[in-house]
Each structure stands twice: as C-alpha cells, then as structure tokens.
C-alpha cells in the first residue's frame, strides 16, 4: 500500500504540527504546502517542503490525493469546497466551518463527488479524556452523574484572527468545539436543555471565554468551561459517580480518583473546625470507606487520526471522527450563539 499523497493549505501553526509532529510518513507523505502569507511560504521552504504558487497549482496536480486544511476558520468552507470539487480527499482542522450552514454546504459536496471528508478531532485522544471515558464507560466509581470539564489560561486570546468574528474567532468554536465534541461523543443521550454565557472580559468583539451547562434525557449534567484570564486554574477535569470521584489537575494526568469501597465501613463523620465555625456536613470522606487509586494512562481501542484517515481511504474503514457527528457539535454551537444572542 502507498502512502497517502498530501498537500497543506494554511502552513501557520497547526499546519506545521501537522506536518512536523503527527503525519506518519509511512502513511502520508507531504507533497508540499500553499499559503498566502509570505511567512509561512518561507518556514515551509525552510522546512526542504515544496511550495505552490497558486490553490488552482494544488487542485490540478493530479500527484496530490488528499489536501489538509489548516487555515483560519472562516475559509475552510470555500477551500474545503474547491478541494472536494478537485477530486481531492480532504482532512479540515476544527471547527469545520463557522456555522451548521456551511457544513451542510461542504458535506452535500462531499455526498456529490464521493470524495472523503473527516475533520480533526484531535482531542478524541487526548490522555486526559481517555481516562474520563474508562471511568464513564466501565464505572470505576459507579455512573457518572456529573462530569465537569474546563481549559483556563491566562493570556487572553492569543493576538491573530481569533480575535475577529469574521474570521471565526473566539473561545467557543476554539476550545469550545474539542470540549463539546468529547462531551458528546462521550454521552449517548439527547440534552434536555442548557444554559450558556458567554465571558468578554478583555472587552473583546469574540467572547473570551463561556460556561455551558447541559442537562442530558439520561440525568447525566456537564459543565464546560472556557476561559482566557484565569491566574490559578480549576482542574481540567472533574467528575462525580455514585461510587466516587475523580479530578484530574491538567494534561499530564496529576490528579486522583477516589473510590467508596464499602458503604458499611461508614463511620458518622465528626465535625471539624472550618473557618471560625464547625461542620459535619462538609467532613472528608471518612478513610475507612473510600481508597484512593492512581490515574494510569489508558491506550485508545482505536486506532490513531491519520491510521484511520489511511484505513478509510485505502481499506474501506469507517471514520472514527463522524460527519454526522461533527455536525451534532456545530449545531449545538449554533445553538448557543442564538440563544446568548437574546
Ligand atoms: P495560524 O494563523 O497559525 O495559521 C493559519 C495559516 O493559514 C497562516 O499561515 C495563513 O497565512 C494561512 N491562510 C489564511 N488564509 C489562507 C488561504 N485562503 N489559503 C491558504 N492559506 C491561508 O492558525 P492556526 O493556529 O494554525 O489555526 C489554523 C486552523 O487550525 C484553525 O482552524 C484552528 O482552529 C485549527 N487548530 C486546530 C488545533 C487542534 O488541536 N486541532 C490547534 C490549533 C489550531
């Protein structure tokens, strides 16, 4: 089998570690890259990569099987569009495109030209989230009824067109959409309803931040949180089961789980100073009953974002990251902007 023949559209940061740090060259090998910016014409020529003079140059090389998107979100639909027109398939970074609209746009293409479209929903792999999704899949610590689930920095929107609406900026179609696509992927169940804010603490046009909160039909409640101007964090990750919880601090999976282990074992709590007053009801939980287990890493049962971009294209494999999934993500975001809107 033969390497997959690709070209990068938008050689910027993503584009790059795609190409520098998650393309396996037994799988894809990149044929070259076209930008418009002078800059990463430069970095890319630098890199000993090819670079085209024109998008028209990239869509009539018929070397080229596969094109990956990686340019501002405004442009993906148009690009992605033109790609798929070309005979060409096509990987698109997240989000896919500025609203459900202009998915329905490119997947209609899609349909059209039988071409391949798969966006990279990278996060799907993330440690941190694997180990979220052992614990909701197998109940270490009993059903999870609550899974609450943040990214907080402390530098504001970084200073390029995140900042502009009109290039697709701001939190919620950044970090929002990998939040809400593991939230979802995560949870089979439809969302009985939700509450959002939006945060504009920099005094920004693009929110800066957002809280959504959504209430699935099977009970299950999540909380996610974006925000850019937090100076200490919460943790990444925090989740309640009937039989326990787990905090995970970050990426590196510092943190602890912590397993009731016999209801019996209870002992009453006794009160303990807190602040100038006393309490039971907010008592840790007693150590007789409860144990405390390591995070351990866990290994995808799937196989990596470009193993099965190959697999779909050379042998027929379903994608892992779904259209129709996707496309259940856009339109809750599309969702939140009009319901903040009002
Ligand atoms: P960037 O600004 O660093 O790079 C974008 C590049 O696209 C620039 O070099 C720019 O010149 C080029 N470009 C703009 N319009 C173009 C056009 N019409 N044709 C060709 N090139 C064009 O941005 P970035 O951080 O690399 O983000 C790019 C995309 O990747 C965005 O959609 C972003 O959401 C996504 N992204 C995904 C992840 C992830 O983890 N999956 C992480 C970062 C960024």
């Known amino acids: 089998m033969t390497a997959i023949n690709i070209v990068i559209i938008g050689y910027g940061g993503m584009g790059s570690y795609h190409q520098k740090e998650l393309m396996p060259h037994e799988l894809v090998n990149v044929v070259g890259v076209y930008d418009i910016a002078q800059k990463a014409k430069d970095k890319a020529r630098e890199a000993g990569l090819m670079v085209y003079d024109s998008l028209e140059q990239v869509l009539n090389d018929v070397s080229v099987e596969a094109i990956l998107i990686a340019t501002p979100n405004d442009v993906h639909k148009a690009l992605s569009i033109a790609a798929l027109r070309a005979g060409k398939q096509v990987i698109c970074e997240k989000p896919v495109a500025m609203n459900v609209g202009e998915l329905d746009d490119i997947l209609a293409v899609a349909a059209e030209t039988g071409n391949t479209f798969m966006v990279h929903q990278n996060r799907r792999w993330d440690p941190d989230f694997l180990v979220i999704r052992e614990l909701y899949q197998r109940g270490q610590i009993g059903d999870l009824f609550q899974i609450e689930s943040r990214v907080q920095g402390a530098n504001g929107i970084p200073g390029d067109w995140r900042e502009q609406a009109e290039h697709g ?35 920004q046009e693009v929110d800066d931040g957002f809280i959504l909160y959504l209430i699935f039909e099977n009970g299950i409640r ?36 912590v397993v009731a282990t016999n209801q019996d074992d209870l002992v009453a709590p006794a009160p303990i100073k807190a602040g100038v007053g006393l309490t039971k009801t907010m008592a840790p939980p007693s150590e007789e009953a409860t144990k405390k287990v390591a995070i351990t890493e866990v290994l995808p049962e799937f196989p990596s974002f470009y193993q099965n971009f190959y697999d779909v294209l050379r042998n027929g494999a379903a994608p892992i990251v ?14 939140v902007f009009d319901l903040v809107k009002l």
């Open 169 to 203: 900026g701001g939190m919620l179609l950044d970090w929002g959409v990998h939040l809400i696509d593991q939230i979802l992927w995560l949870i089979d169940s439809p969302i009985k309803s939700m509450t959002a804010d939006f945060s504009y603490v920099l005094g």
């Open 222 to 257: 999540s909380l996610i949180e974006v925000g850019t101007t937090n100076y200490s964090q919460l943790p990444r990750w925090y989740v309640k089961g009937l039989n326990g919880a787990a905090k995970i601090d970050d990426w590196d999976l510092s943190g602890e789980i």
């Open 322 to 335: 779904k259209n129709d999934e996707v496309r259940k993500v856009l339109s809750l975001i599309d969702s």
